[in-house]
């Protein structure tokens, strides 16, 4: 039989788009043999909206125009989850797959929706989605854990311009100014000087209540994916890669476009620390509690020392993104790569 997916896909987040790009991918994927799927995109309005047209509308950002959308809800009924369309029809499914970036669904709110109603979510579950979006406590685990983190200080809205600069003054400059809760490097700055210090405290602000100043670390990131769920399967680590800055930092656009930076999988590191590395990312998946799939980053200095970054609950998943090329480096074609997740997710 087949298994009945519903994909969420789009969001009430800055990372809308890139929402759009990874669903299109999975949704061109996902065997049509293996499983029935329901495309439910949610609008930057926050509608929930069933989709039935030609994928090649999310990819170029006008499916919700598409006469195949329907407007939809949820019925959340514990044990007979369905998905609900106007004229009375409902459609039952088996798990659901967030494929939705950032804040409203990267961040633990729609896990606890899915939860509640007992239907198995395709990554991660509440605590870690929210664990992982919040820098501080992501790293205070990772800490604990036993991987070294950036030193930094968190500041709330209220804070004065005298506090923001003793601290930026201890830290050290450059630094980085991030907001708390927030992904694709949205409002994060790069702080030179204290001149640069009140625009890219004003920046953070505009996308959390609460900041991060984080001193710099000198070297280069580098990221590993995870596959599993510990406890009960053992986890399956891709090939380490490497970002190779041309110039700044990673920041939204050069996440997206590679205008001045490369991605180098494998990473052009010794084999013996790509292997730390490696287990640098089991133990910190494991400290946050995440399953399923997760993508863990870290800075490597010219010292050899590895520094947690943040760990990505739903990575990019087009075609070409990390986490599908770190796997794929270590022979996980893409297809079979979402079977995995699949059976990982929804216990088949």
Same mark, same amino acid.
């Given at each position: 039989?087949?298994?009945?997916?519903?994909?969420?896909?789009?969001?009430?987040?800055?990372?809308? $788009?890139?929402? *759009?790009?990874?669903?299109?991918?999975?949704?061109?994927?996902?065997?049509?043999?293996?499983?029935? !799927?329901?495309?439910?995109?949610?609008?930057?309005?926050?509608?929930?909206?069933?989709?039935?047209?030609? *994928?090649?509308?999310?990819?170029?950002?006008?499916?919700?125009?598409?006469?195949?959308?329907?407007?939809?809800? *949820?019925?959340?009924?514990?044990?007979? #989850?369905?998905?609900?369309?106007?004229?009375?029809?409902?459609?039952?499914?088996?798990?659901?797959?967030?494929?939705?970036?950032?804040?409203?669904?990267?961040?633990?709110?729609?896990?606890? &929706?899915? +939860?509640?109603?007992?239907?198995?979510?395709?990554?991660?579950?509440?605590?870690?989605?929210?664990?992982?979006?919040?820098?501080?406590?992501?790293?205070?685990?990772?800490?604990?854990?036993? !991987?070294?983190?950036?030193?930094?200080?968190?500041?709330?809205?209220?804070?004065?311009? $005298?506090?923001?600069?003793?601290? =930026?003054? $201890?830290?050290?400059?450059?630094?980085?100014?991030?907001?708390?809760?927030?992904?694709?490097?949205?409002?994060?700055?790069?702080?030179?000087?204290?001149?640069?210090?009140?625009?890219?405290? +004003?920046?953070?602000?505009?996308?959390?209540?609460?900041?991060?100043l984080e001193a710099a670390v000198p070297g280069f990131e580098v990221g590993c994916s995870v596959l599993g769920n510990p406890?009960?399967? #053992?986890?399956?680590?891709?090939?380490?890669?490497?970002?190779? &800055?041309?110039?700044?930092?990673?920041?939204?656009?050069?996440?997206?476009?590679?205008?001045?930076?490369?991605?180098?999988?494998?990473?052009?590191?010794?084999?013996?620390? #790509?292997? $730390?590395?490696?287990?640098? #990312?089991?133990?910190?998946?494991? =400290?946050?509690?995440?399953?399923?799939?997760?993508?863990?980053?870290?800075?490597?200095?010219? =010292?050899?020392?590895?520094?947690f970054n943040e760990v990505n609950t739903i990575p990019g998943f087009t075609a070409h993104s990390r986490y599908p090329s770190?796997?794929?480096?270590?022979?996980?074609?893409?297809?079979?790569?979402?079977?995995?997740?699949?059976? *990982?997710?929804?216990?088949?």
């Amino acid at each position: 039989m087949q298994k009945r997916i519903l994909v969420l896909f789009g969001g009430c987040s800055s990372e809308y $788009e890139v929402s *759009l790009q990874s669903a299109y991918a999975v949704l061109s994927h996902l065997n049509p043999e293996k499983y029935r !799927v329901l495309a439910v995109g949610i609008t930057r309005e926050g509608r929930w909206l069933y989709y039935t047209g030609d *994928l090649k509308r999310l990819s170029a950002g006008d499916w919700q125009d598409a006469p195949e959308c329907f407007p939809c809800a *949820l019925r959340l009924d514990r044990g007979d #989850a369905a998905l609900l369309l106007p004229e009375g029809t409902a459609l039952p499914f088996d798990a659901a797959f967030p494929v939705l970036h950032g804040k409203n669904g990267e961040d633990g709110t729609v896990q606890g &929706l899915l +939860e509640m109603a007992g239907v198995p979510v395709i990554g991660c579950g509440v605590l870690s989605s929210a664990l992982c979006m919040d820098k501080v406590q992501a790293h205070a685990l990772a800490e604990r854990a036993g !991987v070294r983190v950036p030193r930094g200080r968190i500041f709330m809205s209220n804070a004065s311009r $005298e506090e923001l600069a003793a601290a =930026a003054a $201890e830290l050290g400059f450059p630094l980085f100014v991030k907001p708390v809760r927030a992904g694709s490097s949205f409002g994060v700055s790069e702080v030179a000087g204290l001149e640069d210090l009140p625009a890219a405290v +004003e920046a953070a602000f505009r996308h959390d209540s609460r900041i991060l100043l984080e001193a710099a670390v000198p070297g280069f990131e580098v990221g590993c994916s995870v596959l599993g769920n510990p406890g009960e399967t #053992a986890l399956t680590v891709g090939v380490v890669d490497e970002i190779e &800055l041309g110039r700044g930092f990673f920041n939204y656009n050069e996440k997206y476009t590679l205008e001045t930076s490369a991605i180098h999988c494998p990473a052009r590191i010794p084999a013996e620390k #790509a292997l $730390e590395i490696q287990a640098a #990312a089991k133990l910190v998946y494991t =400290a946050l509690d995440c399953r399923v799939f997760a993508r863990v980053d870290f800075f490597l200095t010219p =010292a050899g020392e590895i520094v947690f970054n943040e760990v990505n609950t739903i990575p990019g998943f087009t075609a070409h993104s990390r986490y599908p090329s770190m796997m794929r480096q270590a022979g996980w074609e893409f297809s079979a790569l979402l079977d995995r997740l699949v059976e *990982l997710g929804a216990g088949v």
